[in-house]
């Protein structure tokens, strides 16, 4: 009988050969993660760019790939093959729709199942894996798997600007990896902040330019809606959706759709801008529902809609905002203070957020949007917000009226 091999190494259009050794092999011949490969990291992005079609499988073996490269911890190189295990179709979508974060449902996977079992039989701790995913680990080397500068971040953000085409996503992998050291716990070392900040120049292009790209957010608007509705209307549960594959889920919706969005995504028939602002021309202060408050966004996007003349589902209102995007946090040797503070990023990093992020209004129907009025929402609190659409009090004013863009 011919013994199984040792290892195996897969060409990677990235990192050009992976090595996977004897425990990941294991690992990945799970169903849990052979179902990464039919589940696209970037989402929609592939409406706008044709080659985003690359997986969270990929990913998967990128992120082990470089975690190997830093350290042998077997835990540590296990946590960054699995760290996706629980990702929903559709990238980050289905988060921002209200459902639970993805590093909360790896549990499902590492507890019971296939993965479970051949973790048991390698000897290898669930309970140590979850806690690296879920950034809860005391390790000093957690910070590799879930941390500002982990090997998810080095990966996907050369990854994804690779598979879009486009030249933002350039990272100094090799001097940072080689600029981490642990003093006890994982930290930079000087010369490798020049690099550091490459990944975060980087980071604010790719959201600059791909992540939050006008169609890319119209689509993922749209995808919201979608699976929301068919969650409130009982057509399928946040358990099955966890559990599905991008064209899986896709085919789900569209055969029980009643709001037509799933036919429209399926077709390119985007919602268009009826507004576009950047946030560096909006006030100082800006509200962050739009982002963190699912329920209360669906229902100002109903209201405005109707206050519009439009139909229940034409109208989407999108203000991304990720504020920890520039957050380093990390340890420099040597010095005192982190990363952050090195890079003078306190003075700079809420501007360069600023400057990635657009508030926007897409509908499917032309419709005229009053900008001010928008402008005016979005500075409101989520108290104010609601009692307006308790006590049934406009949201809209007639001022400042722009036309949607063809």
């Known amino acids: 009988m011919t013994p199984p091999p040792q290892f195996e190494v897969v060409r990677d259009p990235l990192w050009n050969n992976i090595r996977l050794d004897p425990e990941a092999l294991a690992i990945i011949d799970t169903p849990a993660v052979q179902r990464l490969r039919y589940v696209r990291q970037l989402g929609h992005a592939f409406l706008v760019y044709p080659g985003a079609t690359h997986t969270r499988f990929e990913h998967a073996l990128g992120t082990y790939h470089l975690a190997r490269r830093v350290t042998p911890d077997l835990h540590i190189q296990l946590a960054a093959l699995l760290h996706d295990v629980g990702h929903y179709p559709f990238s980050h979508a289905l988060e921002e729709a209200g459902l639970p974060r993805h590093e909360m449902l790896a549990a499902r ?118 699976v929301r509705r068919a969650i409130a209307g009982g057509r399928i549960a946040p358990d099955d959706i966890a559990l599905a594959t991008d064209d899986g889920l896709a085919h789900e919706l569209q055969q029980r759709d009643q709001t037509g969005l799933a036919r429209a995504l399926r077709e390119r028939r985007l919602a268009k801008r009826a507004l576009d602002i950047p946030a560096t021309e909006l006030p100082q202060e800006t509200a962050d529902w739009p982002a963190r408050d699912p329920d209360l966004l669906e229902r100002v996007e109903q209201r405005l809609a109707r206050e519009l003349g439009l139909g229940p589902d034409q109208l989407f209102l999108d203000f991304p905002s990720k504020p920890e995007m520039f957050d380093v946090s990390i340890p420099v040797v040597g010095r005192d203070g982190n990363a952050s503070d090195h890079l003078g990023l306190a003075r700079v990093a809420p501007e360069l957020h600023r400057s990635a992020q657009r508030l926007r209004v897409f509908v499917l129907e032309p419709a005229d949007v009053p900008a001010h009025s928008i402008i005016e929402l979005v500075t409101w609190p989520r108290q104010e917000v609601a009692a307006r659409l308790d006590g049934e009090r406009t949201l809209l004013s007639a001022v400042g009226r722009v036309s949607a863009e063809s």
């Open 109 to 226: 996977h590492l507890k019971s199942g296939a993965l479970a079992q051949v973790l048991e039989r390698l000897g290898i701790s669930a309970a140590t894996l979850l806690a690296l995913i879920q950034g809860t680990s005391s390790s000093p080397l957690a910070a590799l798997v879930a941390g500002s500068l982990d090997v998810d971040k080095l990966d996907y953000l050369s990854r994804d600007a690779k598979m879009c085409g486009v030249p933002y996503g350039v990272i100094d992998v090799d001097r940072l990896l080689t600029s981490l050291t642990l003093v006890p716990a994982l930290a930079v070392h000087p010369k490798g902040l020049a690099a550091l900040e490459s990944l975060l120049f980087a980071k604010y292009q790719m959201y600059r330019n791909v992540y939050w790209h006008h169609a890319v957010r119209s689509a993922t608007a749209m995808f919201k809606r979608l």
